[in-house]
């Protein structure tokens, strides 16, 4: 009597624990008929016990597994070979509804009464691997970034070296027939500088004029705007969500951002259909995907913007945010819309996700951190003098290649100033104590041989606190990270620049300087 008492407590107390279980666990006999399953089985494969009981485990795998099974535990019981008993595997599993699914599977092996019996201990993957895969995303795009920032940053020298030196030969040029060659080598030039723009959006390296922005109003105002770009053909629907936090952003760049993701929806749709724009607040906590998974703690504003088209691929799908990947015939896209996209809001501090089902449409969401400060917002430099020239003020060039130090030297003459000029950040310092009437200091951001012109902005202000600086780059997101810099009110001059800029640039960091 006792000994079926304890039989009936060890029965008790293993079902206690299979019912408790967070994995799911399955045991078979040797010819694959599932004997018992414990709740969180039935939960993850979406079946009720009667419909499990006595049916073969194969059920519950796709292909390859599913055809195989069998010859596995026939080779086991005859042969006693262990490929996966007491070792465990990952493998994949079929739920009621055909999903498919990542696990990893433990199996042992018990026998009563003389039978063999297989029991299964089953942890779901789904969440590991979605995560495993979108670090994995995150991973390729920052090293893309890293490639295409520095090739850019590199273009945008070249770029600097033939304008500069077309704008010098006009100045030269009477002969109207070489003016108008002279003019299309220019525009030309520009079209070179926009694409570096697009390249160095994608690669967090665009400097940002952030300001103060209510998205309800930007999108209101980008409505005629909108319906001009998509035509008749397209309907245009907006949601704005009322008590819409603010947001700090590049107004240009959000513009920018919201048009080409519009252009993109119309080209999804050539027969027509619908684009929805919506606004709303999204705390961290409501934010469910895996894909923002990135994101830090705490309250952004979404901007989504919906099509009805054809919708994206899904193999297609991870390589839509990456620079010139496009699924446009030849001729119809650069392939940078989107990376241009995602590029502004990872260098606003956000994040961008898409989500799309052929033949249903797309979403395209962009994630901005929601403002709290309190201030005015920061406006960008306007009011340029057409062509502000130098009375002689001795300026310092700091430049790293040879070529464009020894242009920006040429078109700073060509303004009236006298040049002194440094090849890295280290010589540039040496040279200071014999430059008494420096008047101002122009440095390259980014230079190799261990001083940035961001240090050597800093141990140049640290000796002459009230020297004017205008620092060059084609990207300058340090710069942008330093509060202090910006609160000495030192300018930046985006790579590649007209003379006309460079002049304006001079003057205003010498105006600025004085104030």
């Known amino acids: 009597m006792q000994s079926k008492h304890s039989a009936r407590l060890e029965a008790a107390k293993l079902s206690a624990i299979l019912e408790s279980a967070v994995d799911a666990i399955i045991t078979v006999d040797k010819q694959g008929a599932i004997e018992s399953a414990n709740a969180a089985a039935l939960a993850l494969f979406q079946y009720a016990f009667d419909e499990m009981l006595g049916q073969n485990i194969k059920m519950l795998m796709p292909d390859p597994y599913q055809s195989e099974h069998d010859g596995y535990i026939e080779r086991h019981v005859q042969t006693g070979e262990k490929r996966i008993i007491g070792i465990g595997r990952e493998v994949q599993g079929k739920k009621k509804d055909g999903t498919v699914f990542p696990f990893h599977l433990s199996v042992g092996r018990y026998e009563m009464d003389g039978s063999i019996h297989f029991t299964g201990i089953i942890h779901d993957q789904t969440a590991t691997k979605q995560t495993e895969m979108a670090l994995q995303r995150a991973h390729k795009m920052e090293a893309i970034g890293q490639l295409t920032g520095g090739i850019a940053h590199d273009f945008n020298n070249l770029l600097t070296v033939v304008t500069g030196n077309l704008e010098l030969m006009e100045m030269r040029l009477d002969d109207a027939y070489l003016l108008s060659l002279l003019r299309e080598a220019q525009e030309a030039s520009d079209l070179g500088a926009k694409l570096t723009e697009r390249l160095l959006a994608f690669a967090r390296r665009s400097p940002l004029e952030p300001e103060v922005i209510d998205l309800n109003t930007l999108v209101v105002s980008l409505t005629d705007l909108l319906h001009r770009t998509l035509g008749e053909q397209v309907e245009l ?279």
Request: hydrophobic letters at 40%; charged letters at 25%; a negative charge.
């Open 237 to 515: 629907g907006a949601a704005i969500s009322p008590d819409l936090w603010p947001v700090l952003a590049d107004r240009g760049q959000l513009e920018s951002a919201v048009i080409n993701l519009a252009v993109n929806a119309r080209d999804a749709m050539p027969n027509g259909g619908r684009l929805f724009i919506e606004t709303a607040n999204a705390p961290l906590d409501a934010i469910v995907d895996e894909n923002t998974h990135d994101l830090g703690a705490g309250d952004y504003v979404r901007l989504s913007i919906s099509d009805d088209g054809a919708g994206i691929k899904p193999e297609h799908l991870e390589r839509v945010f990456e620079p010139f990947f496009t699924t446009k015939e030849v001729g119809r896209g650069t392939g940078l819309g989107l990376s241009m996209v995602y590029g502004f809001a990872k260098q606003s501090k956000g994040h961008a996700t898409i989500y799309s089902e052929v033949g249903t449409g797309t979403t395209v969401n962009l994630y901005l951190p929601r403002h709290r400060a309190a201030g005015a917002a920061v406006q960008s430099v306007g009011g340029r003098d057409p062509m502000a020239r130098g009375n002689g003020e001795c300026v310092l060039v700091v430049e790293d290649d040879s070529k464009v130090r020894a242009l920006t030297v040429k078109r700073l003459e060509a303004l009236g100033y006298s040049v002194e000029a440094a090849e890295n950040g280290p010589k540039a310092l040496a040279m200071l104590p014999d430059l008494p009437d420096l008047a101002l200091l122009l440095t390259d951001l980014v230079m190799p041989g261990g001083m940035s012109g961001y240090e050597l902005v800093e141990a140049a202000l640290s000796g002459r606190p009230g020297l004017p600086v205008l620092l060059t780059s084609g990207y300058a997101e340090d710069l942008f990270r330093s509060e202090h810099l910006a609160e000495r009110k030192i300018k930046l001059l985006r790579k590649p620049y007209r003379q006309i800029e460079l002049a304006a640039a001079i003057r205003q960091a010498l105006v600025s300087a004085q104030v």
